[in-house]
């Protein structure tokens, strides 16, 4: 392979033929060759190709300009200079700061990408075409960072005339093992070595490349949007601080009820972070009121459901209801029996609820008590999908506190706040309606 920088080009303005440049240009390559030839790749910086496209702007607020250059922010920077923004440009690149630069152009402007880099490429190959009768290939470059490692490369944003990938999966090494995943970016490859020629200040946005035809096509090919990962497929979609923000701003919404699991076993570790979580809810005078009681396969956990089924019938029975109403009726109770773990949460009322001489007060510092329960078992239902699991919070446990107590021989101190059925969703999860704040508001 060789690469030359073609030198002595004018600085480009607005309107200018780049392609009618380059065929102008005298070349020299290492084997002493002096003109161009079929398969040969010219490499074009980026900013060459936005200045004859009229791409050059006022400097106004940075900003402002990266907002209208970017789709979303990636991650952003904090630093002595100021801050940084990754952002995913409307061509779905990755860059900082859109790609918008402020170097090689007179004080007061920037350059801004070129709003099509694979339709600019295959202009270019075009025109060159015309003017020089050959099959050449075009490759447009900007200047990207990249994840877990210092230092930029030049990478391909626009492309025409060259297999942007080159993908070896289903071939054998030379040991004869399968390769599975191992697909090369040669057009990325290819515009790196061109930028060891081309170099950041010595004025050469253009490089020729040779030795690289098995790679020029007749056609324009598919263009450099095909080295873009599609978002479903990226791992890294944020920068970490967004994404930490994202989650603490989502968690609330990603808790669902979920009434069908399946039988994989849920880790003591999962409950204990979520227990966890859960005793760090606020509550009154400063106490530690929660408590919790976590059943697998123990005896207890059928001794119990098995009373407090015998209450619920008896409580509907009293109630006038049939027995084919009740049997219905008592099935929904079903999940505790199926879920692979149930954790029965409570709110211990000796643990520092004041006493006062009136009924009123005392029951006022119970429900201080009870909402302060609530704000645990939401915590631990959070915590428990946070963690990639489903929850269903179940109230009987409410109505039957004397069978719990007896069941489970605990102090009647300890008042139960329903039960919560965890496991691994059997299914996907239904999206949340939509509900109108104003309609809460009083």
Request: charged share 20%.
């Amino acid at each position: 392979m060789q690469v030359i920088a073609l030198a002595g080009l004018p600085r480009i303005s607005a309107g200018d033929d780049i392609a009618a440049l380059i065929a102008a240009s005298e070349v020299t390559f290492p084997d002493g060759s002096t003109t161009l030839r079929d398969g040969d790749i010219v490499v074009v910086t980026s900013k060459i190709v936005s200045k004859a496209e009229g791409r050059v702007v006022a400097a106004a607020n940075r900003d402002d300009l990266i907002d209208s250059e970017s789709v979303r922010t990636v991650a952003t920077k904090v630093h002595a200079r100021g801050t940084t923004r990754i952002v995913e440009t409307k061509h779905g690149l990755i860059m900082a700061a859109a790609g918008i630069d402020a170097s090689n152009v007179d004080k007061g402007t920037v350059v801004l990408l070129p709003v099509d880099p694979d339709a600019s490429a295959r202009a270019i190959r075009t025109r060159l075409a015309e003017l020089t009768g050959l099959r050449l290939g075009i490759i447009v470059t900007d200047t990207m960072g990249r994840a877990w490692r210092d230092g930029l490369t030049d990478n391909a944003i626009g492309i025409a005339g060259v297999s942007p990938l080159d993908d070896h999966t289903g071939t054998p090494d030379e040991y004869g093992r399968i390769l599975e995943m191992t697909v090369i970016a040669v057009a990325d490859e290819i515009a790196s070595a061109a930028d060891l020629v081309k170099g950041k200040s010595a004025g050469n946005p253009i490089a020729i490349v040779r030795g690289m035809e098995q790679f020029v096509t007749t056609d324009d090919g598919p263009g450099a949007r095909v080295l873009i990962r599609p978002a479903s497929e990226d791992l890294f979609g944020l920068g970490t601080a967004e994404a930490i923000s994202l989650g603490r701003a989502t968690a609330v919404q990603h808790r669902r009820t979920v009434r069908a699991f399946t039988e994989q076993q849920v880790n003591d570790d999962v409950i204990t972070e979520a227990i966890a979580a859960a005793i760090t809810a606020p509550a009154p005078h400063h106490t530690t009121p929660w408590r919790f009681l976590v059943l697998r396969d123990q005896p207890m956990r059928g001794k119990l459901l098995d009373a407090m089924r015998d209450r619920w019938i008896a409580d509907l029975t009293a109630s006038g209801m049939s027995a084919e109403s009740i049997a219905k009726r008592i099935t929904r109770g079903d999940i505790l029996r199926t879920a692979p773990v149930i954790v029965i949460p409570f709110i211990d009322l000796q643990a520092g609820a004041h006493e006062y001489p009136d009924a009123e007060r005392n029951a006022a510092e119970r429900d201080m008590f009870m909402v302060a329960g609530g704000a645990a078992v939401q915590n631990l239902m959070i915590s428990v999908a946070a963690q990639g699991l489903g929850s269903a919070w179940i109230g009987s446990t409410l109505f039957c506190a004397d069978v719990v107590h007896a069941a489970c021989n605990l102090p009647t101190s300890l008042q139960p706040l329903g039960a919560i059925a965890i496991g691994y969703p059997a299914g996907e999860l239904a999206e949340r309606d939509a509900r109108d704040v104003a309609s809460f508001l009083l």
